[in-house]
């Protein structure tokens, strides 16, 4: 059973009861998709992907499946502004292409100044879906998602580079300052950088956060007796389908990186790369940009989010990629300590792979939401002083 089937429990009745049959051969096919993948059935033409039980991962699963079946390659963020299989279908009709930029509204609405947050190793905004949902109707948030997740523009492959391109689209709907910025994962690098570059040109950034981001480069590699102990830990904890899955996530990341190779030798043109290959492509250029960044030293504050828990899966990762363990045993402070003018930490339950996410994504909506609640009160008494 999936992921999603095991956290979602639907009543069969609730379904039934809601049910609307799909009305033509586009619907019947993306209603079949979504069975299949959510292990839910029926699914009625109206019902909510994430409400359902869908997530990130599967909406990854998702969208590839629709490349394969009706021939169009569509953006992750397609699910936000159609999270239904009718709007889905609908979208699919459509003779021209939806249009696409990297600054996707999750939740465009409210008061407050706009809160961008930057996409992690997966390169696509969906899981920030149930954070904007937490931060409530009167905190905008929008997602930056890498270029080139379209399946039109090339990826990006160095951390200034796309910090550059996010300024560029986040003025759009921002023209100046006080900005909000937070990035999760690697993408917290990238804000880091965005708030360098904002910084440079004289604009005021009033909010930096990093969700579970580290410096690369920060922490030594593993000894081999540690690296032989955790392994031990997890061959313990899973059983004979951890070597399995060790060695599998291995050929997996040699296979993609020599693939991918190939399709660059041989000049196979981006547009023509098949959905699943241009995604694993993007994500070998966000960790190629993270290895090559070096952060310079930011007079600002900093306020970083640490998940608590530490992730199995990540035992087996590279060797140069360290666990929340050597993050606590290390150094507390992920590397950012010398940094920055001034760190705030907090710690929230979860892991790196969950913190975003239910149960855990509402301690730390309340933790954001103090934070950003205080950066606004500060912006607005400096500018109230500016002015007078």
């Not at 033509?24 to 109206?46: A, D, F, G, K």
């Not at 359902?52 to 991962?57: C, E, R």
Request: charged content about 20%.
């Amino acid at each position: 059973m999936s992921h999603s089937a095991q956290t979602v429990r639907l009543d069969q009745s609730d379904l039934e009861a809601d049910y609307v049959a799909p009305q033509n051969s586009t619907q019947t096919q993306l209603v079949e998709i979504w069975e299949q993948l959510l292990e839910i059935t029926p699914i009625s033409i109206r019902d909510n992907f994430f409400e359902i039980g869908g997530d990130s991962l599967l909406a990854v699963r998702l969208f590839a499946q629709i490349e394969q079946t009706f021939g169009k390659s569509l953006s992750l963020s397609t699910l936000l502004q159609s999270p239904t299989v009718e709007q889905l279908a609908s979208v699919l009709g459509e003779t021209t292409s939806p249009s696409w930029s990297s600054l996707v509204p999750i939740q465009p609405n409210g008061s407050k100044p706009p809160f961008f947050c930057v996409h992690g190793n997966g390169a696509n905004v969906l899981v920030f879906n149930e954070l904007a949902n937490h931060l409530g109707a009167e905190q905008p948030f929008y997602g930056l998602q890498a270029r080139g997740v379209d399946g039109k523009e090339e990826a990006l492959d160095r951390i200034e580079e796309m910090a550059a391109f996010y300024i560029q689209e986040m003025r759009t709907v921002q023209p100046q300052g006080p900005y909000f910025v937070g990035g999760f994962s690697s993408g917290g690098l990238v804000a880091y950088e965005i708030a360098q570059q904002l910084h440079a040109e004289g604009e005021q950034v009033a909010f930096l956060g990093l969700f579970d981001t580290f410096v690369p480069g920060s922490f030594p590699p593993v000894s081999i007796p540690e690296r032989l102990a955790r392994h031990w830990r997890n061959l313990f904890r899973l059983g004979a389908k951890y070597p399995l899955k060790m060695l599998r996530s291995a050929w997996l990341r040699v296979y993609n990186k020599n693939v991918c190779r190939l399709y660059q030798l041989f000049r196979i043109k981006w547009l023509n790369w098949p959905y699943e290959r241009k995604r694993r492509y993007i994500g070998i250029c966000i960790r190629r940009a993270v290895k090559a960044y070096v952060p310079q030293v930011y007079p600002g504050q900093v306020t970083l989010f640490r998940a608590s828990e530490p992730p199995m899966g990540w035992y087996y990762m590279g060797r140069d990629f360290p666990t929340p363990d050597d993050w606590y045993d290390r150094d507390p402070q992920y590397g950012w300590g010398n940094l920055v003018g001034e760190l705030e930490s907090h710690d929230v339950s979860g892991h790196h792979g969950s913190m975003l996410k239910e149960p855990h994504v509402a301690g730390l909506t309340e933790k954001l939401r103090a934070s950003l609640d205080a950066a606004l009160d500060i912006a607005e008494l400096t500018r109230s002083n500016h002015v007078s």
